[in-house]
């Protein structure tokens, strides 16, 4: 059984510690903000003092695939008509002969633990921040949570099966860390690794790449309850320890590495809801550049161990962002917009392929608190990451703040501060007030379908950080307005807006090669409806429906339309 001893504030306004044998370390009368006690937990007690009582799935054993009816696999029109219709009159999508994707180009689709595996407590599973967040932190649009997902725990053979039969070269997911360390650190769980085996030996057996996300956001709840999770420098170590098991274990069947998804997301999300969890000292404009260098040396250092153990596949962090246009001709707002690359792609980009360090506009105020990285840190970070890879769904236009930028640089308590910039999905009424895009569901208000920036956005990257090893476009994808709402399966799996955003992105992407941009991957998210993180179950990204009452996936038109154009345009 693992035991893992926590200390945690006495007078919690979270959970009360009555009737569990708890060692203080206080003595006499001392005032209530300062007494902490001790507690020897096991992985249950962690579970049952902080998230209660978790839902488990109808099936909880490993389905095996059976054979996909040749029905399912018929494409939608206007891909195809049975024989016996005829008459049907369409504007045909000419192929562009001069376009093709290189020799070596790969596709694929993605998911993450948390949003997809369910079986929350199964063979050893200790809870994560996100466990945390959806049963009492923070708030939910559908109420749901993780604990059954859309059980891909147990229905994953059948899950890879599905997309091999469709042609996908890749399939990128994510390891659960509090699998694989119920508490984050300490003893290693064999069963998470085990599941985590047949997973990738599945996906060699049907012929898919098996590309792996070793966080995305899935930090063990224990790290964060124990020091602050990734705001404090302890988190550095056991990162790379759990980084190392991984590695060991799967070096030889892995042709990919992603260590972090968007740091830029998952550093935004501290400070952490107050009232659940212990409070930091650290400011909380402060707490995310904090994050991100933590982040960065996890990165390095699990980056180095790779390399010196001879693992030599691509090993890489997926950035997120979007192109950035100013919302006026203004001088405040072209400012705006280099702030904004600066504090979003630049904040990371710049030190793993430009300096080590820090863009100037970051540092002029992370200088005032952050220790300076040493030569052997800059030397370290910057290379860590092979391939310049960005979940790039969107753009927006920037602009300077209300009060101008002199004004929000010296104002501490502005709300914009210390990035200095706002953004927005119109122009300004003076030029029409028009979206930059039709848009995708509400409850995805930041989401909206520009595609016609993809191919200057690919640009921008290959020459600000001149990524070596090319670029991967490691997350697009679309909410269908309204799915949720829908309750005929044949409405849902007709999905006209994601059909004409993925294939306006891939003519884009297209477009960009032919510009003499090195894209070299893209992941599609995502492989079924999954769980979306703060919006729940109201929005839906997935390429496969997903009955959640009997957990059958049911491929959707944009998904055949997806497999067309990757294959039209495959280099032969």
Not at 37 to 65: C, H, K, R, S
Not at 200 to 222: A, R, S
Not at 299 to 304: D, E, F, P, S
Not at 358 to 381: D, G
Request: with cysteine; hydrophobic share 40%.
């Amino acid at each position: 059984m693992h035991f893992q001893r926590i200390s945690f504030w006495l007078f919690s306004t979270f959970i009360s510690f009555r009737a569990v044998r708890a060692i203080s370390n206080s003595t006499g009368t001392s005032p209530a903000a300062a007494a902490t006690t001790y507690l020897n937990i096991t992985v249950e007690d962690l579970w049952n003092l902080y998230i209660g009582p978790v839902v488990t799935a109808d099936v909880t054993t490993t389905i095996e695939p059976t054979p996909i009816p040749s029905s399912e696999l018929i494409p939608p029109p206007p891909l195809y008509y049975p024989s016996y219709l005829s008459g049907q009159e369409f504007v045909a999508q000419t192929k562009n002969a001069s376009w093709s994707f290189p020799k070596d180009f790969w596709w694929g689709v993605s998911s993450a633990s948390y949003q997809v595996e369910g079986a929350a407590k199964a063979e050893g599973r200790g809870p994560g921040l996100w466990d945390a967040f959806t049963h009492r932190a923070q708030t939910i649009a559908d109420n749901a949570t993780g604990d059954v997902a859309i059980n891909e725990y147990y229905t994953y053979k059948r899950e890879i099966q599905r997309i091999a039969a469709m042609g996908v070269d890749v399939y990128s997911f994510s390891i659960s860390w509090s699998r694989i360390f119920p508490f984050g650190n300490g003893q290693i769980n064999e069963a998470g690794l085990k599941h985590y085996d047949d997973v990738i030996d599945t996906c060699i057996k049907y012929g898919v790449k098996p590309y792996v996300t070793l966080y995305h956001w899935d930090l063990p709840l224990y790290l964060q309850l124990a020091y602050g999770g990734w705001i404090d420098e302890r988190i550095v170590d056991d990162f790379l320890a759990y980084a190392k098991v991984l590695f060991q274990r799967w070096a030889s069947k892995v042709p990919q590495w992603f260590t972090f998804n968007e740091p830029l997301s998952f550093c935004g999300e501290y400070p952490v809801p107050d009232g659940y969890f212990p409070k930091s000292t650290i400011p909380d404009a402060q707490q995310r550049f904090w994050c991100g260098r933590h982040m960065l040396l996890a990165n390095a250092k699990a980056y180095k161990y790779a390399r010196s153990i001879n693992i030599t596949a691509p090993i890489s962090i997926k950035f997120n962002g979007g192109y950035k246009l100013p919302r006026t001709n203004s001088t405040q707002d072209k400012e705006a917009v280099n702030r904004a690359w600066a504090f979003q792609e630049g904040w990371f980009a710049d030190p793993l392929f430009l300096t080590g360090d820090y863009p100037s506009r970051v540092k002029n105020f992370t200088s005032q608190f952050l220790p300076e990285f040493t030569s052997e840190e800059k030397a370290m970070i910057k290379g860590s990451s092979d391939i310049f890879c960005h979940d790039a769904y969107t753009s927006k236009y920037y602009m300077a703040p209300d009060a101008g930028l002199a004004s929000c640089l010296t104002n501490t308590s502005n709300s914009l501060y210390p990035l200095c910039y706002n953004n927005t999905v119109t122009l300004p009424d003076s030029e029409g007030g028009w979206l930059i895009g039709p848009a995708a569901d509400p409850n995805s208000a930041w989401l909206h379908k520009a595609t016609e920036w993809v191919p200057i956005f690919l640009r921008h990257i290959q020459d600000t950080w001149k990524p070596a090893n090319g670029i991967v476009i490691s997350e697009f994808g679309l909410t269908e307005p309204f799915e949720y709402y829908k309750t005929s399966r044949a409405d849902i799996l007709t999905d006209p807006q994601r059909t004409a955003y993925y294939q306006d992105y891939v003519h884009a992407m297209l477009m960009a090669i032919a510009d003499g941009v090195n894209l070299v991957g893209a992941l599609a998210w995502s492989i079924a409806d999954n769980l979306e993180w703060t919006a729940g179950f109201t929005v839906k990204f997935g390429l496969q429906y997903v009955n959640r009452t009997t957990q059958e996936r049911y491929y959707k038109a944009s998904f055949f339309h997806l497999a067309k154009l990757f294959d039209e345009y495959r280099a032969t």
